[in-house]
Antibody, heavy 117, light 109 residues
Framework: QVQLQESGPGLVKPSQTLSLSCTVSGAVVDSSGLNWAWLRQNSGKDLEWMGSIFSSGSGHYNPSLRGRLSLSVDTRENQIALKMISVTAADSGVYYC?????????WGHGTMVTVSS | DIQMTQSPSSLSASVGDRVTITCQASQDVNKNLHWYQQKPGKAPKLLIYNTSNLQTGVPSRFSGRGSGTHFTFTINNLQPEDFATYYCQQSGNFPPGITFGRGTRLESK
């Protein structure tokens, strides 16, 4: 079955760029009809959709993050990549990748990110 | 942005009880409302999609209803494994937006 696994640095300094990867197993990441998303959860347990990348190649981003966030697909590694620039402490939390079908029906386990100097 | 107001924020109940959680959207989201369960240290799990459709493998004691701006999620005959936090999520105006409610923590009385 399809599984997702997030990975990345646990600690990032303020103003730096956060880079995360989500490895997809059990499916080819750029298969037609497969869409992917990144979401995050802060320490207060609020869930936030960050953005989605569709099999058509189009990306959609939370307006609150537009300009800082970019998502891409790495077909060689079968991964979905997240890059977010100019991070602050408010970007700390658990980051999840998920399959996007109007809802999120498959999630990775999540990876904790702390933004601190 | 569509705001999702979820209530109550916390709820105490006993095994065998029936519990209901409500989500109110600030704009019409049609039937694009979904419910998740999250246990400590775990990712959210989809329970109900498009207001009332049970995700594969989810017990039938979970149900959802509503449309437009008012939605409810009900657990009948509460089981010990149901104590968790529940979130609603709308996708009615995607793109651009997808938003979640702030969650309901269901605790054992």
């Amino acid at each position: 079955q399809v599984q997702l696994q997030e990975s990345g640095p646990g600690l990032v300094k303020p103003s730096q760029t956060l880079s995360l990867s989500c490895t997809v197993s059990g499916a080819v990441v750029d298969s037609s009809g497969l869409n992917w998303a990144w979401l995050r959860q802060n320490s207060g347990k609020d869930l936030e959709w960050m953005g989605s990348i569709f099999s058509s190649g189009s990306g959609h981003y939370n307006p609150s993050l537009r300009g800082r966030l970019s998502l891409s697909v790495d077909t060689r590694e079968n991964q979905i990549a997240l890059k977010m620039i100019s991070v602050t402490a408010a970007d700390s939390g658990v980051y999840y990748c998920a399959r996007h079908n109007n809802f999120f029906d498959l999630w990775g386990h999540g990876t904790m990110v702390t933004v601190s100097s | 942005d569509i705001q999702m107001t979820q209530s109550p924020s916390s709820l105490s109940a006993s095994v065998g009880d029936r519990v209901t959680i409500t989500c109110q959207a600030s704009q019409d989201v049609n039937k694009n409302l979904h419910w998740y369960q999250q246990k400590p240290g775990k990712a959210p799990k989809l329970l109900i999609y498009n207001t009332s459709n049970l995700q594969t493998g989810v017990p039938s004691r979970f149900s959802g209803r509503g449309s437009g701006t008012h939605f409810t999620f009900t657990i009948n005959n509460l089981q010990p494994e149901d104590f968790a936090t529940y979130y609603c999520q709308q996708s009615g105006n995607f793109p651009p937006g997808i938003t979640f409610g702030r969650g309901t923590r269901l605790e054992s009385k």
